[in-house]
C-alpha cells in the first residue's frame, strides 16, 4: 500500500462504516467526506482493500443506480442487501424508502 492509499483508504472505510441502514451514498460523496473529492473513482478499490467486511451495497452512482452491470450476480446481491434494509427501487433507479419520506432522507452524507 502506497502512502497516498495509507491516508485515503482508512477515511473511505470510516465513511463507508458510518452510512446507516437503508441509507445510500454516492461514490464520489464518499471521497468527498472522506476529504479527498475528487478521488471517487477509487472509492471501490478503497473497499475493496478494507481488512474488515464493509456495508459496501451502500454504496451507489451519483445517478441512484447500481454499479453493477443490471442482472448480474452482484447486481442482484447488492439490490438484494439494499431492499432488506427498506430502499426500493424505481426501474433501476433508487427511491425514497417510504412513501412519506423524501429522497434526502434516505441520502447519507456531510450537509453542504
Same mark, same amino acid.
Given at each position: 500500500?502506497?502512502?497516498?492509499?495509507?491516508?485515503?483508504?482508512?477515511?473511505?472505510?470510516?465513511?463507508?462504516?458510518?452510512?446507516?441502514?437503508?441509507?445510500?451514498?454516492?461514490?464520489?460523496?464518499?471521497?468527498?467526506?472522506?476529504? +479527498?473529492?475528487? +478521488?471517487?473513482? @477509487?472509492?471501490?478499490?478503497? @473497499?475493496?482493500?478494507?481488512?474488515?467486511?464493509?456495508?459496501?451495497?451502500?454504496?451507489?452512482?451519483?445517478?441512484?443506480?447500481?454499479?453493477?452491470?443490471?442482472?448480474?450476480?452482484? +447486481?442482484?446481491?447488492?439490490?438484494?442487501?439494499?431492499?432488506?434494509?427498506?430502499?426500493?427501487?424505481?426501474?433501476?433507479?433508487?427511491?425514497?424508502?417510504?412513501?412519506?419520506?423524501?429522497?434526502?432522507?434516505?441520502?447519507?452524507?456531510?450537509?453542504?
Amino acid at each position: 500500500m502506497n502512502s497516498f492509499q495509507k491516508k485515503f483508504d482508512p477515511g473511505v472505510w470510516q465513511v463507508v462504516k458510518s452510512i446507516p441502514s437503508g441509507r445510500v451514498m454516492g461514490y464520489g460523496e464518499v471521497a468527498r467526506a472522506a476529504g +479527498y473529492p475528487r +478521488y471517487s473513482r @477509487m472509492v471501490s478499490a478503497a @473497499m475493496g482493500r478494507s481488512p474488515e467486511p464493509l456495508p459496501w451495497y451502500r454504496v451507489v452512482r451519483s445517478n441512484r443506480t447500481l454499479a453493477f452491470e443490471e442482472g448480474s450476480k452482484s +447486481y442482484q446481491e447488492q439490490a438484494q442487501l439494499l431492499k432488506h434494509e427498506g430502499v426500493r427501487f424505481d426501474g433501476l433507479k433508487i427511491i425514497e424508502a417510504e412513501s412519506d419520506d423524501s429522497l434526502d432522507r434516505i441520502l447519507w452524507g456531510p450537509q453542504d
